[in-house]
């Protein structure tokens, strides 16, 4: 992996990945000082560049990373979210069109002045897809569309049909199937196992009172703010979900 430090990243989103992206890379990870973040700038300049906008890697350094009083501590801390997110971004699967949907970015996302006049105020996220030489939606199982809370799945005579504008992108169907029929890229099962155990990889000498935190992306921002809260010596590590109902017995045990 190569890493580039850019000073000011955040003010000019657009022009420095676009530097950043002038070589030849696979994956982009961004390890930032907060999570808000202009991503719909970034998801384009990733577009402009012929990559995936969906694998974009973007990592809230922030308060998770000033655990503790000392500067040894943080940038361990620092150190375990940034593996943790290359080896989330190696194990991203692709997407297809049927996995992507385009939105309207959050009303509270900064954006650059000149991203006013030349971006429209769209976002890509990510859509599940279903996979039919897994599923077994023939038979009678339905409980993926017994799990999504929006109506956005409906059974036929083969796999369930998809309506991405009713879809939610929660990932409740995701852990929802025995199957593993159902693709959520960014959310995949490979990509949160990977993730997981970069956090837990003790082999790098790190300190071993480590804990994580399934954190919720809509309660992300929210969560930064207790990371140095406790004072506990222990090492508090966030995974990010989109949807706490998605995480799996297999995921809590792992």
Known sequence: ???????????????????????????????????????????????????????????????WSAQGPDGARKLEVAALLLAAAVAHARAFPGSGPENVKGALRPWDEKLSRRALFTLPPLRYEPVPSIDAGRCVGERGCDLCVQACPRG??????????????????????????????????CYSAAQLEAQLGALLDFSSGAPRRRAIVFACDGNGL??????????????????RVPCAGMVSVALILR
């Open 152 to 185: 956005a799945l409906s059974s036929t005579d083969e796999a369930p049909a998809l309506d991405k504008s009713r879809c939610v992108s929660c990932g409740l169907c995701v852990a929802a199937c025995p199957q593993e029929a159902v693709n959520m890229p």
């Open 222 to 239: 929210a969560l930064e703010g207790l990371a140095d809260a406790k004072g506990d010596g222990v090492y508090w590590l966030p995974v």
């Open 1 to 63: 992996a190569q890493v580039r430090v850019e000073p000011g990243l955040c003010g000019r989103c657009a022009a420095a990945l676009k530097a950043a992206l002038a070589a030849d890379v696979q994956h982009v990870v961004l390890g930032l000082c907060s999570a808000d973040y202009p991503v719909s700038e970034a998801q384009a300049a990733l577009r402009k560049a012929g990559l995936d906008p969906l694998g974009l890697e973007v990592v809230p350094l922030g308060q």
